[in-house]
């Protein structure tokens, strides 16, 4: 890895997390600070309006929202390119913040989460970043850069057009490992996709996954079927 890389990583991705860490620090801050609530008459409306993609907008400085109403209400937050996160927000049946995660990847979390009671108080404050080992989750994605997945510069290659994440990031906390998946990896040849059609139900998919095990604290590529 250059080392001007690695820099650039780090600059991008706290540029990208700053608004959100910011945020959830006036919250634990200031305890006059009005809470972030879900919107139910903006949302019928939307939904309303367009049944398909009414779940679906854009925020003013480009950040992409999908919300879905049910029993506790939900919303999903794309920052504007380049962003690596994808934050998580889930509300009470009254419209108050339930919870508020920050995912790298598909099931990883970054940054602070925050959970909330239902009048709005903070109750409890995690520092997800103080779980993983000498390898940061810059790291990771400098890797992903060095496979030509992604672009850190300009954020191509993290999401897909519907906001979803085109690989998987995991951390094992117990074992320091970090384990990567890219889903489409490379198309099957002829030959691999004979061989599993023998044994399919159904159409399988057309590409065969990488999935790489890197060391937490050294950065080593444990294993990789690429």
Same mark, same amino acid.
């Given at each position: 890895?250059?080392?001007? %890389? *690695?820099?650039?990583?780090?600059?991008?991705?706290?540029?990208?997390?700053?608004?959100?860490?910011?945020?959830?620090?006036?919250?634990?801050?200031?305890?006059?600070?009005?809470?972030?609530?879900?919107? @139910? /008459?903006e949302y019928e409306k939307r939904v309303n309006n367009d049944p398909i993609n009414g779940e679906f907008?854009?925020?003013?400085?480009?950040?992409?929202?999908?919300?879905?109403?049910?029993?506790?209400?939900?919303?999903?937050? /794309?920052?504007?390119?380049?962003?690596?996160?994808?934050?998580?927000?889930? @509300?009470?049946?009254?419209?108050?913040?339930?919870?508020?995660? $920050?995912?790298?990847?598909?099931?990883?979390?970054?940054?602070?989460? *925050?959970?909330?009671?239902?009048?709005?108080? /903070?109750?409890k404050k995690v520092d997800e970043d103080s779980k993983f080992g000498k390898i940061r989750q810059k790291?990771?994605?400098? @890797?992903?850069?060095?496979?030509?997945?992604?672009?850190?510069?300009?954020?191509?290659? /993290? @999401?897909?057009?519907?906001?979803?994440?085109?690989?998987?990031?995991?951390?094992?906390?117990? $074992?320091?490992?970090?384990?990567?998946? %890219?889903?489409?990896?490379?198309?099957?040849?002829?030959?691999?996709?004979?061989?599993i059609m023998k044994n399919s139900i159904g159409e399988p998919s057309d590409w065969k996954p990488f999935?790489?095990?890197?060391?937490?604290?050294?950065?080593?590529?444990?294993?990789?079927?690429?």
């Open positions: 890895m250059k080392l001007k %890389i *690695l820099y650039l990583s780090l600059f991008i991705f706290v540029y990208a997390c700053n608004g959100q860490t910011k945020k959830k620090e006036m919250l634990t801050q200031n305890k006059n600070i009005m809470i972030e609530k879900f919107d @139910f /008459i907008y854009t925020k003013p400085d480009g950040t992409l929202v999908e919300e879905i109403n049910s029993t506790n209400p939900v919303r999903w937050e /794309i920052p504007p390119k380049p962003s690596f996160v994808k934050v998580y927000k889930e @509300f009470y049946p009254n419209g108050n913040m339930k919870r508020e995660e $920050t995912y790298i990847g598909k099931i990883t979390k970054t940054g602070i989460s *925050l959970y909330y009671d239902e009048k709005g108080n /903070i109750t790291d990771i994605l400098v @890797f992903l850069e060095g496979k030509k997945r992604i672009n850190i510069e300009t954020g191509e290659g /993290i @999401f897909d057009e519907r906001g979803n994440f085109m690989y998987n990031i995991a951390y094992n906390e117990e $074992t320091n490992l970090w384990y990567v998946t %890219i889903p489409q990896g490379r198309p099957y040849t002829a030959i691999e996709m004979s061989e999935e790489y095990v890197i060391n937490g604290t050294t950065g080593e590529i444990i294993s990789s079927d690429e």
